[in-house]
């Protein structure tokens, strides 16, 4: 192969590389985020009790604590390099949503918040948001 046709090939090569790494960049998501209104027709169906509030700081401890933080706040150890920024899910801003929205959220997810519909059941997803409630408390 002469010298002509292996430099073109190694820029060829260099740039299917280049739009493959941007391909993976995760697109950052800009303003509010809000959910459909159809989503604040949702109706919580998990009633709120001793064994739902475990069940719910569980879920919370695994799978938001990293990102949120411990009281919710929105700093997590692994939050503070994503961008934006977690949701401070005590603030008002939050805490003013319905739990349909709230839901329509951790379901559908928006990145770089992951979407629960696979990794958790309704049931989990309802006791999430009646943790996230309790939070403000």
Request: aromatic share 8%; glycine share 8%.
């Amino acid at each position: 192969m002469n010298r002509t046709k292996s430099n073109y090939l190694k820029i060829s090569i260099l740039i299917g590389f280049s739009f493959l790494l941007i391909a993976t960049i995760p697109i950052q998501q800009k303003g509010d985020w809000k959910a459909p209104k159809e989503a604040d027709a949702l109706k919580n169906p998990i009633k709120e009790n001793s064994e739902t509030a475990l069940a719910g700081q569980k879920l919370y401890t695994s799978m938001c604590v990293i990102c949120h933080g411990n009281k919710g706040k929105g700093d997590g150890a692994a939050g503070v390099n994503l961008n934006p920024r977690p949701t401070n899910l005590i603030s008002t801003q939050v805490q003013e949503q319905t739990d349909g929205a709230i839901y329509w959220k951790l379901t559908e997810g928006r990145a770089p918040m992951a979407s629960y519909k696979t990794a958790l059941s309704e049931e989990q997803r309802w006791q999430l948001v009646n943790y996230i409630r309790k939070l403000k408390k």
